[in-house]
C-alpha cells in the first residue's frame, strides 16, 4: 500500500473485519462537524419513554449521543450537522409516538443562566455545611463549657464560619452594597449588616475569651435567607423555560418563490418585493398584495371580525391572517416600519412604558422594615453605651437586637409562598412569567375578556341546522367530506352521509362542485352558487336548478365560558367585553356569556384606551386576550393572561398563560392568587410576632446565642410550613 | 477532654470530604433532572452505567 492513498479508515482492524450487519451501517462521523440538538418532547413522562426515545436516537448513524432530561421533558442530542436534520430527527421521534418541538436560541440562553442556579446551589450547600457543623461545635458552649475548652470552640467555629460567611452570604453582600452606591436601601443592606456585624463582634469576643459569639446564628440567617433566594430563582427559572417553549411553538418562517423554486427562509431574511407561496391552513407571514389565486382569509386574529374576506388577485392583506381555502400568491410589501405587527408592536411597548411601576408586598415590608431595625439597634448601641459606659457591651447588644429582629423568616415570606403558588398552578395548567403577577391578581375587581378566541373557540359552528331539509343535509355532507376548508369541516361534522357523488372537483377560492346522479351540485361561496352574499358567515347549497340553501355558521362560546362569568361575578368581580366584531354578534354573546357591559368595533388603540381609562377611575383590571389585536391592552392591563392558543405577540405581553385553554383556570387562578396574598400577609405577621417577643428581650441585653438560634430556625420553619399549605388548597 | 483535639479535626474532614462530593455532584449536574433520576433507577438498563447501554 502506497504512504500517499489514504487508508478508507483509521483503524485496520474494521478494514479487515467485515460489517457483520448487525448494526446499521455507522457513518464516518470523526471528519464530520457535531451538532446539539434540543428538542422540547412534552409527552415522555416514565422510565420507558426515556429508554424508547433514547434507543431509537442512538441507532441512527448520524447520532452519537441523546439524553432525555425528564424534569424539563426535553432531549439532547448530538448529532452531525447536517441541513434539516432537526426535522429528521422530529419525524423519527413523531414515529415512535412522542410529538417533540425545536427548541430556539432563548434555550441555550437558559443553559447559560442554569449556571447561576448551580451557583446558588453550592452556596446553600456550604452555608448548610458550615452552619450545622457550627451548631454542633456551640451545643458544648451552651450547655455550660468554660474557659480553655470555650475559647478553643469558638474559635473552632470562627475558622469554618468566616470563609463560609464570605463565600456563601457574597449575594447579599454585592446586592446591598449595590443598593447603599445608590442611596437607596433594599433588604440584603440589613441582610448583610446583620451577618457582618454579629460575625465581627463575634470574632472580637472570641479573640479577647468573651462569652458570646454569634457564628451559629450569622450561618443560620444565610442559609435560611440562600433558601428563600434559591425558592425565588428555581420558581423564575421554571417558568422561563416553559416561556421559551411555548415561544418556539410559532416558528417564524416563510415560503418563498425564487429562482431555483420554493424554499423555506426565516422572515429576516424576505426582502421586499419577494414572492410567497401561502398554502391554505397557514398564516400569512408579512404584509402584502395578492398575485394569483383566490382565496378567503380569517382576519379573527388581527381584529376579532369572524367573518371571512374574500380576496383575488390585487388585494392587500396583512400578516396574521389565516388563509382558509385557495393557495394563494403573495408579493411581500412594507416589511419595515409599516408593517400593522409593527403598529401593534409600537403600542405594545408605550403601553408597557405608561404601566404604573408596582411595589410588591416584599419591597413594601423592606422598606418598613428596614429602617426600623436599623434604628432600634443604633438606638440600643447609644443608648447601652451613654447608660453604661460600656461600649463593647453596647456593641454586643446591638448584634444582638439586628440578629433576632431575624429578617430570614421576612427573607422565606415571599418566595416560600410563590413557589407553593407557581408550582401549583403550573401543575394544573397556568404558566406564571413571574411572582408579581401573582400579587396583581388577587387585588383585581374587573375583568375584561376578548371575544374571538378568547370567549370563544374561534371556530365556525353551523346555526340554522334546523331549517335545513333531510335531503340537503346529506348532500351537503357527501360534499362536505371531500374538503378541508373548515365551513366544509363543521358541516361534516354536524351531519353525516353515505350518498355517493361523482366528479368532484375543489375549486380553490369557491367551493366544490361534483355531480349527483345527472344533477350538478355545487357548496361554495355565495356569488358561485348564484346567493347574495350577507351578514353572516354563509356556504350555500345548489342542486341542480333550484334555489341555493344557504348554511349559516358562526363562532361558538367555549363550553365552559357562561360558568366561568358566573363563578367571576360571584367573586365579586364586575366582568366586561372589549371586542374588534361587529356589535351584532358581540351582543350576542355577550348576552350568552351573562356579560352586561360590552362593547364592539375596538381598535387595538381604543382596547388600550379604554383599558387606561378603567386604571384611572381607580379599577385593577385582569384582561383575558388570545389576538394581535389584543397584545397592547394586555400589556396595558394591571395583569393579564392568554390562551396558549393565542398568537405570539399576545402570549409575550401577557403575565400568565393558560397551557390547557380551559377559562376556569381563571377563577381558580385567582382563588390562589388570593390565598396566597392571604398566606404571604399572615407569614409577615407570624415574623412580627416572633420579633415582638424577642426584640424587647435582646434590647434589654437578656439575649443569648441559644435564644438567637432557636427564634431563627423556629420562625423560619413556622412561615415555610405556612408557605405550603397552598399546594394543599382544594 | 484531649480527645477533642483528634475528635474536631476527625469531624472537620468527615464534614469536608462530604462537601466536596457535594461539590463534585453539582459540576457532574446530577441535580439538572431530579424527575428522571427517580424514573432512570427503576431500568436495569442504567446499572452499569449511569449513559446505559
Given amino acids: 500500500m502506497n504512504a500517499e492513498t489514504p487508508s478508507p479508515a483509521a483503524c485496520p482492524a474494521c478494514v479487515a473485519l467485515p460489517d457483520s450487519g448487525k448494526h446499521a451501517p455507522r457513518l464516518d462521523l470523526s471528519d464530520m462537524p457535531m451538532r446539539r440538538v434540543e428538542l422540547a418532547l412534552p409527552t415522555v413522562h416514565c422510565a420507558a419513554c426515556i429508554s424508547a426515545v433514547e434507543r431509537s436516537l442512538a441507532n441512527r448513524p448520524d447520532v452519537t449521543g441523546a439524553r432525555v432530561n425528564l424534569t424539563l421533558k426535553r432531549v439532547s442530542i448530538t448529532v452531525a450537522d447536517m441541513p434539516d436534520i432537526e426535522d429528521s430527527l422530529i419525524a423519527e421521534l413523531g414515529r415512535l409516538g412522542y410529538p417533540a418541538r425545536p427548541l430556539d436560541g432563548a434555550v441555550l440562553a437558559k443553559a447559560e443562566s442554569d449556571k447561576a442556579g448551580r451557583d446558588m446551589l453550592a452556596r446553600l450547600g456550604v452555608a448548610g455545611f458550615a452552619m450545622m457543623n457550627v451548631m454542633l461545635l456551640s451545643i458544648s458552649v451552651w450547655a455550660g463549657a468554660e ?21 456563601s452570604a457574597f449575594p447579599f453582600f454585592k446586592s446591598g452594597w449595590g443598593a447603599l452606591r445608590h442611596a437607596r436601601l433594599n433588604m440584603d443592606v440589613p441582610i448583610s449588616l446583620a451577618i457582618l456585624l454579629s460575625a465581627g463582634v463575634s470574632l472580637f469576643e472570641t479573640m479577647e475569651g468573651g462569652d458570646h459569639a454569634y457564628f451559629d446564628a450569622a450561618l443560620a440567617l444565610t442559609f435560611f435567607l440562600l433558601i428563600g433566594r434559591f425558592l425565588d430563582y428555581k420558581t423564575r427559572a421554571t417558568a422561563r ?10 416558528v417564524q418562517k416563510a415560503r418563498r418563490i425564487g429562482e431555483n423554486g420554493e424554499e423555506t427562509v426565516p422572515l429576516d431574511a424576505l426582502r421586499e418585493g419577494d414572492i410567497l407561496a401561502v398554502a391554505a391552513g397557514e398564516r400569512l407571514p408579512v404584509d402584502g398584495a395578492v398575485i394569483w389565486g383566490d382565496s378567503e382569509l380569517d382576519p379573527s386574529m388581527l381584529t376579532g371580525e369572524t367573518l371571512p374576506q374574500a380576496v383575488g388577485q390585487g388585494a392587500v392583506v396583512r400578516a396574521g391572517m389565516l388563509n382558509i381555502s385557495g393557495p394563494l400568491r403573495i408579493r411581500a410589501e412594507g416589511l419595515g416600519e409599516e408593517t400593522l405587527l409593527k403598529q401593534i408592536t409600537r403600542l405594545v411597548e408605550t403601553a408597557e412604558s405608561s404601566r404604573n411601576r408596582y411595589t410588591s408586598l416584599a419591597e413594601k415590608a423592606a422598606a418598613i422594615y428596614a429602617p426600623a431595625v436599623h434604628l432600634l439597634s443604633l438606638a440600643a448601641f447609644i443608648g447601652w453605651g451613654v447608660a453604661t459606659g460600656d461600649w463593647r457591651l453596647a456593641v454586643n447588644i446591638a448584634a444582638a437586637v439586628l440578629i433576632i429582629t431575624c429578617p430570614c423568616a421576612l427573607g422565606l415570606a415571599v418566595p416560600a409562598v410563590l413557589a407553593a403558588a407557581s408550582g401549583r398552578l403550573f401543575a394544573q395548567g397556568v404558566l406564571l412569567k413571574d411572582g408579581i403577577s401573582l400579587e396583581k391578581l388577587a387585588e383585581i375587581d374587573t375583568v375584561v375578556f376578548d371575544k374571538t378566541g378568547t370567549l370563544t373557540t374561534g371556530k365556525p359552528a353551523l346555526t340554522n341546522a334546523d331549517q335545513i331539509s333531510d335531503e340537503n343535509r346529506t348532500i351537503a355532507a357527501a360534499m362536505a367530506q371531500h374538503s378541508a376548508h373548515p365551513l366544509s369541516k363543521a358541516i361534516a361534522l354536524a351531519f353525516s352521509s353515505d350518498l355517493e357523488i361523482s366528479d368532484i372537483l375543489e375549486h380553490p377560492g369557491f367551493g366544490t362542485s361534483g355531480k349527483l346522479g345527472d344533477t350538478p351540485v355545487r357548496l361554495g361561496r355565495a356569488g358561485w352558487c348564484g346567493a347574495e352574499a350577507g351578514e353572516q358567515t354563509a356556504v350555500w347549497l345548489k342542486v341542480g336548478d333550484t334555489a341555493p340553501v344557504g348554511f349559516f355558521f358562526a363562532d361558538q362560546l367555549r363550553p365552559e365560558a357562561a360558568e366561568t362569568v358566573r363563578a367571576l361575578q360571584a367573586a365579586g368581580l364586575a366582568v366586561q367585553l372589549l371586542s374588534g366584531d361587529v356589535p351584532g354578534t ?26 387606561m381609562a378603567l386604571n384611572e377611575a381607580g379599577h385593577k383590571v385582569l384582561m383575558v386576550g388570545d389576538g394581535l389585536n389584543d397584545a397592547a391592552a394586555l400589556a396595558a392591563a394591571h395583569v393579564s393572561m392568554s390562551p396558549a392558543s393565542a398568537v405570539d405577540a399576545s402570549r409575550s405581553s401577557a403575565d400568565m398563560i393558560i397551557i390547557n385553554n380551559d377559562l376556569r383556570q381563571i377563577v381558580k387562578s385567582h382563588r390562589v392568587a388570593v390565598a396566597s396574598k392571604r398566606r404571604i400577609i399572615e407569614n409577615f405577621s407570624i415574623a412580627a410576632i416572633y420579633n415582638l417577643i424577642s426584640v424587647p428581650l435582646a434590647l434589654a441585653g437578656f439575649a443569648t446565642p441559644l435564644m438567637a438560634a432557636l427564634a431563627m430556625s423556629t420562625s423560619s420553619i413556622t412561615v415555610s410550613l405556612n408557605s405550603m399549605r397552598i399546594g394543599r388548597m382544594k | 477532654m484531649n480527645i477533642l483535639a483528634v475528635l474536631i479535626p476527625v469531624s472537620l474532614i468527615l464534614g469536608g470530604i462530604g462537601l466536596f462530593a457535594f461539590f463534585w455532584s453539582i459540576k457532574n449536574n446530577q441535580f439538572e433532572d431530579p424527575k428522571g433520576n427517580a424514573e432512570r433507577i427503576l431500568s436495569d438498563r442504567f446499572d452499569d452505567s449511569p449513559d446505559g447501554d
Fill in chain 1, 586 to 611: 358581540v351582543e350576542n354573546m355577550a348576552r350568552e356569556a351573562g356579560i352586561e357591559q360590552w362593547r364592539a368595533h375596538a381598535t387595538p388603540a381604543e382596547k388600550v384606551d379604554a383599558l
Fill in chain 1, 241 to 250: 423555560s416553559a416561556a421559551s417553549e411555548l415561544a418556539a411553538l410559532e
Fill in chain 1, 147 to 167: 474557659g480553655y475548652t470555650r475559647v478553643m470552640m469558638h474559635w473552632v467555629s470562627a475558622a469554618i464560619a468566616l470563609p463560609a460567611i464570605a463565600f
